[in-house]
């Protein structure tokens, strides 16, 4: 039996507009050899790879460090890596699950359900700003941007505080470009993909312009994707998945970056970037449960996948992540002799998840039992300060680094059921107030280091009544208030130019998925304060290992 061919047709157009200079860099010489310009080419990337790797946003400091003077197991995803994953597809963990130790295979969907770094639930940022909700972990927060804005990837491994809630398996930063090169530049990018099966076809066209001349510099990218629904080996519709897929989906991605440097010597620099992104199901198909053979219920004698079949289900409205976020940066070089860095955010993130006939759903006021199809949708919205200052040979001791600050955050959340318009998870309102401090002192080829963050958060949930399926219960509204100091110490010894030896100690600060709970109360008498599984979750990580860093 022959099966079906796969194929992928895939296209990018680059256009690079003024200066035309800028087309120099790639051009090889006259009479030059393929062979010349491939070895050429490669040690363009080598040195590419070489710059991006010496300096990376630290967990324990969050400010620049070389690699080998962080104590720690990190991988720094680069462009040229990006652009690889790219080409193959447009799902922005794929790239993690090919270059990230200790990251689980990918889902390839609109949910990252199952995605985990060393077994937990890392945090996901945005050039720096969190991605989702801890409050109601909706495990939306892998799919936010075009990852062709993405300059790089930086995963920082294990528990850390460094960034308040949320990265027990560790952090995971996505880095927006940077203009580097003077003048402006123009990228234009299409692609077509098909596999050859009916609806399976999908596109992508986009746009970004880049600009810098003398001290400001500007980014401005759009794009939008069109995909098509998958196919597996066998010629078979791949079964949507109940969270949400990336199949038979529409996304849009707006995103504007500028800034400019000014002051004596250039030493202060004022930034504001925004981003919209937008994925959104086009309904076009439905799920087709499968069967895992005669022990199943309903039995099956030969095991099958899911599927998905041509349909809607009536009513429902398209699954989405509708993500916006605003920041202003402000940075000085030589503020008292130190450098300070202040970022004021603000976040909007919106997830509706996909029709169910689940029994938790149910209400007779609207519809008979079992036949209410309904679906829930997430709403998150956060802003915050992030201030730091760093001073560098303290007290006049070379390689003696201070770096501290302190960060102030609010993150309010709920889960509403979006064709009934019912409340399920109520309003958690998180107000946090972290002061810091981190110590690192460079003797010759070890590095030693040590700090400790302050949490000193407050939960507040107003009073309110449970779904039909809980009882209607009402819940009596309270506050729960969770201070922890979180410590780290590190040391790392560089052995040569390639070798590397490091122990550490971290701890990580999370909670617990507090919308679950607070839903799933169903006893009269019950109030916010008195609910035990709302405690926080402290994570102690102890890791001794090496780093190589070579071609």
């Known amino acids: 039996m022959i099966k079906p061919l796969t194929a992928a047709i895939s296209s990018i157009l680059l256009f690079s507009a003024i200066p035309a200079g800028a087309h120099a860099q790639d051009a090889a010489p006259a009479g030059a050899t393929a062979t010349t310009q491939d070895a ?28 080998d003077e962080i104590p720690g197991a990190i991988t720094v995803i680069s462009k040229e890596e990006i652009q690889h994953t790219l080409l193959v597809t447009e799902d922005a963990t794929a790239v993690l699950a090919r270059s990230v130790p200790g990251y689980a295979e990918s889902s390839q ?35 936010f941007t075009d990852m062709g804005i993405i300059g790089r990837v930086e995963v920082i491994n294990g528990p850390s505080a460094s960034e ?33 099966k009916g609806g399976s076809e999908g596109w992508k066209t986009g746009v970004t312009f880049a600009a810098k001349q003398d001290a400001y510099d500007l980014l401005m990218a759009a794009s939008y994707i069109d995909r098509g629904i998958s ?93 916006k976020q605003y920041s202003l940066e402000y940075s000085h070089s030589d503020f008292f002799g130190g450098s300070l860095d202040i970022n004021v955010y603000k976040a909007d993130q919106a997830m509706r998840y996909l029709p169910e006939l689940d029994p938790a759903k149910q209400d007779p006021l609207f519809a008979p039992l079992g036949t209410l199809w309904e679906q829930s949708e997430i709403d998150s919205h956060k802003k915050g300060i992030r201030t730091s200052w760093t001073r560098s040979d303290l007290f006049n001791v070379t390689g003696l680094e201070l770096h501290t600050g302190i960060d102030f955050g609010r993150d309010q959340a709920q889960q509403r059921l979006a ?52 009882n209607r219960v009402f819940v009596q509204g309270g506050g729960v208030k969770y201070t922890e100091n979180l410590k780290n110490l590190g040391a790392i010894w560089r052995i040569g130019n390639e070798w590397s030896v490091f122990a550490a100690y971290s701890e990580g600060f999370t909670l617990p998925n507090i919308g679950i709970p607070l839903r799933n109360i169903n006893v009269p008498g019950q109030s916010v304060d008195r609910i035990s599984d709302l405690d926080a979750i402290i994570y102690k990580n102890n890791e001794i290992g090496f780093n190589w860093r070579g071609e």
């Open 164 to 196: 308040g809630i949320g990265a027990a398996g560790g952090i995971i930063n996505y880095i927006s470009k940077v203009p580097t090169k003077q003048g402006t530049e123009t990228t234009v990018t299409t692609r077509y993909q098909t596999q050859g």
């Open 231 to 323: 196919y597996d080996g066998n010629g078979r519709r791949i079964g949507m998945n109940t969270s949400g897929s990336l199949a038979d989906s529409t996304s849009r991605n707006l995103f504007l970056k500028g800034g400019f440097n000014f002051g004596e010597g250039s030493t202060q620099r004022l930034q504001a970037t925004y981003s919209r992104f937008k994925i959104e199901g086009k309904g076009n198909y439905v799920q087709v449960l499968g069967c895992r053979g005669p022990d199943d219920d309903p039995p099956c004698d030969v095991p099958r996948t899911n599927t998905s079949e041509k349909g809607h289900i009536y009513g429902s409205k398209d699954a989405f992540n509708d993500f």
């Open 419 to 470: 064709l009934t318009n019912r409340l399920w998870v109520p309003p958690m309102n998180y107000k946090s107030t972290a002061p810091y401090a981190q110590l690192s002192w460079d003797i010759g080829p070890v590095t030693l280091s040590g700090g400790m963050r302050r949490e000193d958060d407050k939960l507040t949930v107003n009073s309110y009544t449970s779904t039909y399926y809980n």
């Open 40 to 67: 050429a080419r490669q040690d363009a990337r080598k040195k590419d790879k070489a710059v991006e790797l010496g300096q990376v946003i630290v967990t324990g400091t969050r400010t620049p460090k070389a690699v």
């Open 109 to 143: 969907a609109m949910s990252n359900t199952g995605e985990t770094l060393r077994g937990r639930i890392p945090l996901r940022l945005f050039d720096g700003i969190p991605q989702g909700s801890p409050l109601r972990e909706g495990t939306r927060n892998g799919t």
